[in-house]
């Protein structure tokens, strides 16, 4: 019943911006934390960064000072702003969320992914 749909994804030059967006739609009652994973070619999926449902954040080392989290509750929508971009970012993004469909019941959802690539 619930679905989180990534976008911003994208192709751009070692030292460049992106800005990624993820929806979350359905039936939900609330959210409470909402996270950026990444996976690169080869690799572990890592988790990136976390927002809570208050607004507290948490990064990975490798992109803090350079990536922020954010989210608007009133559009259920999380958002990860990425500066200063490296071509070790290079990965698909995956947005994730524990949503409530009920004051009593909720889930882990995950995105489907967006692909960024960052070229040297």
């Known amino acids: 019943q619930v679905q989180l749909v990534e976008s911003g994804g994208g192709l751009v030059q070692a030292g460049g911006s992106l800005r990624l967006s993820c929806a979350a739609s359905g039936s939900i009652f609330t959210i409470n934390a909402m996270n950026w994973y990444r996976q690169g070619p080869g690799k572990q999926r890592e988790l990136v960064a976390v927002?809570?449902?208050?607004?507290?954040?948490n990064y990975a080392d490798s992109v803090k000072g350079r990536f922020t989290i954010s989210r608007d509750n009133a559009k259920n929508t999380v958002y990860l702003q990425m500066n200063s971009l490296k071509p070790e970012d290079t990965a698909v993004y995956y947005c994730?969320?524990?949503?409530?469909?009920?004051?009593?019941?909720?889930?882990?959802?995950w995105g489907q992914g967006t692909q960024v690539t960052v070229s040297s």
């Open positions: 994730n969320a524990l949503v409530f469909t009920t004051v009593i019941g909720g889930s882990n959802y």
């Open positions: 927002i809570t449902s208050g607004g507290s954040t």
